[in-house]
């Protein structure tokens, strides 16, 4: 398994603003995930980040809009840039050992 | 696209009860998930199924990996309060390739 934090936990947000979400896991892990989760659904992959290389984003997810690092193999980071209320939503990293994926407790976004 | 459709979407229960959900796909798969997530929480992980067939249990909580490897099922003996919760099945299809079911909104009354 895998301890994941995430930072904030929560943030309220002008529209027009941009938040950066980091996600810091307790050992090295090759595939880190985020994902977004709109109020009352389920969850939908924004992109898939490798450390070293660029992030490899989703239908619908556009770099410009969720620009990702990886910097190592324990840390990546989410920006949500120029939001807009429609960004309003749960952000989650998640981390994959062994088929398994494990969660961070998720950043609640809202935008006004 | 494959997608997984979970069911019942909602369901309201007395304690004690044994719950039972289910998770369908009209797609192959060799890895099945549950999770589950209290409000405010991320995901966590409950059950993982590898093989067709298989039957795996955690405490109360028993999941099969069906033998067309299209579905699973869960099951929550002698439910009690604490299990109220979101309980999302997911499928691992290819390499990192993980797909997310609607998910079952379980509410346990006292």
């Known amino acids: 398994s895998a301890v994941i934090s995430q930072k904030p936990s929560r943030d309220i947000c002008q529209r027009g603003t941009s938040l950066t979400i980091q996600c810091q896991v307790d050992?090295?892990?090759?595939?880190m995930f985020w994902y977004r989760q709109q109020p009352g659904q389920s969850l939908t992959l924004i992109a898939t980040?490798?450390?070293?290389?660029?992030?490899?984003?989703e239908s619908g997810f556009v770099i410009d809009k969720f620009p990702i690092s990886r910097p190592n193999l324990t840390f990546s980071t989410l920006t949500v840039s120029n939001m807009s209320p429609e960004d309003s939503s749960i952000y989650l990293c998640?981390?994959?050992?062994?088929?398994?994926?494990?969660f961070g407790p998720g950043t609640r976004l809202t935008v006004l | 696209g494959q997608q997984l459709n979970q069911s019942p979407q909602s369901m309201f229960i007395q304690e004690g009860e044994d719950v039972s959900m289910n998770c369908t796909s009209s797609?192959?798969?060799?890895?099945w998930l549950w999770y589950k997530q209290d409000p405010g929480e991320g995901p966590v992980l409950l059950i993982a199924?590898?093989?067709?067939?298989e039957l795996t249990s955690n405490g109360r909580l028993t999941a099969q990996f069906g033998i067309t490897r299209k579905d699973s099922f869960l099951n929550i003996s002698a439910s009690i309060p604490s299990d109220v919760g979101i309980y999302f099945c997911?499928?691992?299809?290819?390499?990192?390739?993980?797909?997310f079911g609607t998910g079952t909104r379980l509410k346990v009354l006292a």
């Open positions: 797609s192959i798969f060799n890895t």
């Open positions: 980040a490798n450390q070293g290389s660029e992030a490899t984003y």
């Open positions: 998640s981390v994959e050992t062994d088929i398994e994926q494990f």
């Open positions: 997911a499928a691992v299809s290819g390499t990192y390739k993980y797909i």
């Open positions: 199924l590898y093989k067709a067939g």
């Open positions: 050992s090295q892990v090759t595939m």
